[in-house]
């Protein structure tokens, strides 16, 4: 089972001493969710656990633990999320040990919910059903009708450049076509795209969580708590939503891995990731490059040379 | 006063509101999201969830509010007239929780001190409509905050959900001024039974679990505890919790425009941000995550009381239902109390 292969692991790299703590996921107070957990003792990895609701791409973590060394359990998004941070530095080699998890693509919470009438009070995994309890309910659900859309079309599960992979690669077979939801998105005209972009934006409250989850978004000032110079105001006119919206996605071109963490995290419903799959989609077309897939190459716009195309320039 | 409202006469009983007030109610803005909007018909009111996202709190003290707006004209800075709303409001279907929350942030904005005019002006001219909570959440906890379901303190109506009707009470003289609507009629006996079953059905599910009793002076023991060291490792710092928190009432003002014109707006601003504390020389007194998560908690359940006699915390839950990477401060309040686990990592 992976969840036990996970903890022994985890014990074996504190036993060690070969780590300093571990992240991983364990079981908090609701039903279909999971939380980071922060192991330090070999005793404390018997809370460790895995299932389809392991949502979170811990790789934000390593920010906050740059002074330690860290095994941290991934899936193949978030291992792809930390090689993108190694070709940025954001750690130092050897710091990192990845206990990579071949996913079986995470559940969503929110299309669960939908799903009954009531609160869910309860909910277990087995196989490829989900159960789910209220005070005037009990139904099973089919696992893979409600998984996230970020997670349909993913094509890399299993992780790659994981330090140990527990349990057997799973098939790279992507449950809808890859970059559905930019294909989608492109198909509208000019004008219905606009509609779309500024209705999902008008919902946002600026909490910034769709930042402060991205393993990406990781600078000490963001564009838009800079207050000289001043790039953007601070309230909820539908021009710097926007703004926020359309900065954010493109400071992620060639390195978002499509784990869909700023979705998840939105509280206000906000559809994000047909953004930068858009880019993701356009990085791939333009330069044949995939975000952590090469641990060498950095991503095509962080890199100059004199041989690049310059037609566009008029 | 005891009347009840049929539920076939509550759109027109919402359209006679909006012939003379600005109602404001939850509506939904996509799909399982709701906020409190000024209504413009009575089909978009929704009163299918527990709570809505962002707490009533915005109806007074709102997200982005333009104080006033200037000109500089040749040496002198005038302020331009800016258009006022006249019409007096009504909050309908607001939580007892959010109602609450309306009250503690009015212990701060309309103080001995000082008053802030922002708030008095909106408070002043609203009228409050609040609805029972026949199905509180499981992670509603406003009877361990000193709320319950039911509580009818703030509203100047209340209203309680009895399936075929509404269970109506008038509470206040401005409540009472609504007691000749024609859609009202003399509850029964029987609607008082039933009024009662529900309460005590709801009173019984919210229970008493969370140790919110005595935190104060926990807390006054616990600032430099190691407690701090773990509780905030999970928390990634995002502002959710407080802004959508129908108590945390923290602003940053700032100016908007360019010369000659410009305006003075009041954004709501959060302690989980590092920007909050970041002072001009460079130095942040609140520099991690763990200083912020203790400001946040300590503000909650310390200062304020010390302050105010009363906890900044009603219970709603929607820092536990929306905390993208559940966060529980439920657990964080156990972790005082002497019930809590020995070691921290077995919780």
Known sequence: MLQEKIREKAKELLEKKAVDLVIGFGEWTLPLRTTPLFIRTPEGTKNLIWNSFCENNLAVYIHKFSQFKVGIVVKGCDARSITALSLEKR???GQLFLIGVPCQRMVDRRKVNRAVKGEILQAREEGDLIYVKGEEFEVSLKRDDFLYSSCQVCTHRNPIHA???????????????????AKAFEKMSPEERWRFFEKETSRCIRCYACREVCPMCYCTE????????KWIEKGLSPSDLEFYHIVRAY????RCSGCGACERACPMGIRLTYLTQKLNRDVKELYHFETGIDTEAPPPLSTYEIEDKQDFIK | MKLKLDKKDFKPFLQSLMDEYDLFA????????????????????????????????????????VMFRYEKVGNQNQLLSMEEEKRERILFGAR????????????????????????????MKTIIMGLGCNHPLSTC?????????????????????LGEAYFVELLTEKGMAFHKNKFFKEADPEDLTLVKELEEKAFEKVGYAVPVEGIEKRLDLMGESSFWDRVHEKCVGCRICTYLCPTCHCFDIVDEGEHPCGQRVRNWDSCLSPLYSLETSGHNPRPTCRERTR??????????????????????????LYCPVHFDIRKAILWTSPKRPKRYEER
Request: with cysteine; aromatic share 12%; proline share 8%.
């Open chain 1, 163 to 181: 330090d140990i992979l527990v349990g057997d690669p799973v098939e790279e077979s992507p449950l809808k076509e890859p970059y559905e939801e």
């Open chain 1, 91 to 93: 750690f130092k080699p």
């Open chain 1, 222 to 229: 963001c564009f838009v708590d800079s207050s000289n110079p």
């Open chain 2, 96 to 123: 007892p929780c959010d109602i609450e929350a309306i009250s503690i942030i009015e212990k701060v904005f309309v103080g001995e001190e000082y008053t802030d005019v922002y708030f008095l002006e909106k408070r």
């Open chain 1, 251 to 254: 400071h992620q071109t060639g």
């Open chain 2, 295 to 320: 400001q946040r908690l300590m503000h909650k359940f310390n200062y304020f009381p010390k302050n105010f006699n009363q906890v900044a915390c009603v219970g709603c839950g929607r820092c536990i």
């Open chain 2, 26 to 65: 939850p509506v939904q803005l996509a799909e399982g999201v709701s906020v409190f909007r000024k209504i413009g018909h009575p089909e978009e009111v929704d009163l299918s969830s527990a709570n809505t996202q962002k707490p009533a709190k915005e109806l007074f003290f709102p997200q982005s509010e």
């Open chain 2, 141 to 161: 906890f406003c009877s361990s905050a000193g709320g319950d379901p039911f509580l009818r303190a703030g509203s100047d109506l209340f209203f309680i959900d």
